[in-house]
């Protein structure tokens, strides 16, 4: 299910690149447009100047997440994020991504000296809270992805199981919007942590 999300993403985005323009943009076009912007925009309020260089890993995110989030409506497929290990990829990588911006924005040594907290004569305390809160952020991630993905995937097949027809439409709904609000909040969290590694203080 995870490769064939990677297809998908593959095959929109060589639609969208080969069918882009400026005179007549298509639907398509437009949607993917908004989509660029809305990310752009909420990257440039959380993390401030020249967060435009994140929109793309974002963008790519947001869509991976979404794309394996609807998998799950589709009959006899099965959402990617519902197993524990497809959220817990997706939070590692965004793990070493915003580590990898902090240390190349402000430099190894400053960066290290922000685990240490604003008071140095605390910074022996500061320093194991900190490493334990930065690695916990892939358990939070991969947890709240997997929990909901999964309960939405169990209360589906449950309720298909036991009323085929009518009242599952009313899940597959609720599914829906469970899928967009998970991706949503995951994309959301991941920027959040770029700001914090990225933004430097004055």
Same mark, same amino acid.
């Given at each position: 299910?995870e490769? @064939?999300v990677?297809? #998908?993403l593959?095959a929109f985005? &060589?639609?969208?690149? $080969?069918?882009?323009?400026?005179e007549k =943009?298509?639907?398509?076009q ?6 660029h ?6 990257s440039a309020?959380i ?15 947001? @869509?991976?997440i979404l #794309?394996?989030n609807?998998l799950? &409506?589709?009959?006899t $497929?099965g959402a990617p994020t519902a197993d =524990?290990s497809v959220?817990l990829?997706c939070a ?13 924005t402000?430099g190894a040594?400053?960066?290290a000296?922000h685990?240490l907290?604003p008071?140095?004569? @605390?910074?022996w305390?500061?320093l194991?809270?900190e490493?334990?809160s930065?690695t ?6 991969t947890i709240?992805?997997?929990a ?5 995937d169990?209360v589906?097949?449950?309720f298909l199981s ?5 009242v599952p439409v009313i899940?597959?709904f609720l599914?829906l919007?469970?899928?967009?609000l998970q991706?949503?909040?995951f ?6 942590y ?9």
């Amino acid at each position: 299910m995870e490769v @064939l999300v990677v297809a #998908i993403l593959i095959a929109f985005f &060589l639609f969208v690149r $080969f069918r882009l323009s400026v005179e007549k =943009p298509g639907a398509t076009q437009h949607v993917t447009e908004m989509l660029h912007q809305f990310i752009e925009d909420q990257s440039a309020d959380i993390i401030g100047p020249h967060s435009e260089r994140f929109t793309a890993f974002l963008s790519a995110l947001f @869509l991976f997440i979404l #794309i394996g989030n609807l998998l799950g &409506l589709i009959p006899t $497929f099965g959402a990617p994020t519902a197993d =524990p290990s497809v959220p817990l990829g997706c939070a590692i990588v965004a793990w070493i991504y915003y580590n990898y911006h902090g240390v190349r924005t402000q430099g190894a040594l400053r960066y290290a000296k922000h685990f240490l907290g604003p008071v140095w004569w @605390l910074s022996w305390l500061m320093l194991p809270i900190e490493i334990i809160s930065h690695t916990a952020r892939m358990m939070s991630l991969t947890i709240r992805l997997f929990a909901n993905m999964f309960a939405g995937d169990l209360v589906t097949l449950v309720f298909l199981s036991l009323v085929p027809l009518g009242v599952p439409v009313i899940f597959l709904f609720l599914h829906l919007g469970v899928s967009l609000l998970q991706a949503y909040i995951f994309t959301l969290l991941v920027t959040v942590y770029l700001a914090g590694a990225v933004v430097q203080e004055h």
